[in-house]
Nanobody, 123 residues
Framework: VQLQASGGGWVQAGGSLTLSCAASGRTINTYIMAWFRQAPGKEREFVAGIGWRGVRSNYGDSVRGRFIISRDNAKNILYLQMNSLKPEDTAVYYC?????????????????WGQGTQVTVSS
């Protein structure tokens, strides 16, 4: 499966952005999906993950309560709605997929990756 992330940009603190990740090549309904992010000089960080049907989800501590992950299997698209953005949310955001059932938190457990989209939050 090929993944293409989009929707990044520049926003002021407190604002919102919605990222999208379009999948092609295969349908994503038997893949867990996730968003990760990586800021300069830092490790790639788990942001949010979602199960096959969108019923199960989990979030990193730093974004819980502000971000919402969702998916539309019919359209083969993954979303990340980001609210109350903070300067520390500035990073390149990546979408990822894996053919497992159990939600995973580590980036090395995902086999498929999008190219990343830059999010910059100014104070």
């Amino acid at each position: 499966v090929q993944l293409q992330a989009s929707g990044g940009g520049w926003v002021q603190a407190g604002g919102s952005l919605t990222l999208s990740c379009a999948a092609s090549g295969r349908t994503i309904n038997t893949y867990i999906m996730a968003w990760f992010r990586q800021a300069p000089g830092k490790e790639r960080e788990f942001v949010a993950g979602i199960g096959w049907r969108g019923v199960r989800s989990n979030y990193g501590d730093s974004v819980r309560g502000r971000f919402i992950i969702s998916r539309d299997n019919a359209k083969n698209i993954l979303y990340l709605q980001m609210n109350s953005l903070k300067p520390e949310d500035t990073a390149v955001y990546y979408c990822a997929a894996d053919q497992s059932y159990t939600l995973r938190y580590n980036y090395d457990e995902y086999d498929y990756w999008g190219q990343g989209t830059q999010v910059t939050v100014s104070s």
